[in-house]
């Protein structure tokens, strides 16, 4: 009888956990700061920034690996990967730590136009992979908006 108690009451946490009554809400996007060059070169360079989220939510998380591409004025900046384990408090903030290899030729472009404004339009895309107590999902990365760079 209590092996079969057990998968139950799994699948109750997994029904409460991912299905509606908005139990569990998407982190906010807050900005991006501390954009850094770690090396410049003529074909490619590395780059980093973080992107500040907040957790609205009353319980803290687990971000176990986030892949994104990011945008400056609708042009492909680069792609990132992260695949270290970040605990995130509740209601609280947290930064996404993103380094990056830019293509020379991507950020040219880029480059004249943050000359010229001093805000941009950041669009980021991806995935993450974000849970609680060994249960994880994928949820989607989503902005665009306008961020000041200087």
């Known amino acids: 009888m209590l092996f079969l108690l057990r998968p139950s009451a799994m699948l109750l946490s997994l029904f409460l956990w991912f299905f509606p009554g908005q139990l569990f809400k998407d982190p906010e996007f807050v900005e991006a700061r501390a954009f850094r060059i770690h090396s410049l070169g003529m074909r490619t360079s590395l780059v980093s920034f973080d992107l500040v989220y907040v957790n609205p939510n009353n319980f803290g998380l687990q971000l176990k690996k986030a892949e994104m591409d990011v945008f400056v004025e609708d042009r492909l900046l680069g792609h990132s990967l992260i695949d270290t384990l970040i605990r995130i408090a509740a209601r609280d903030t947290f930064s996404l730590p993103v380094k990056m290899d830019v293509e020379m030729k991507n950020l040219f472009p880029n480059a004249l136009v943050m000359l010229t404004k001093s805000e941009v339009e950041l669009t980021v895309t991806g995935k993450a992979r ?12 989503n902005y665009k908006g306008k961020q000041s760079w200087r």
């Open 130 to 141: 974000v849970g609680k107590g060994g249960f994880y999902l994928t949820v989607p990365i």
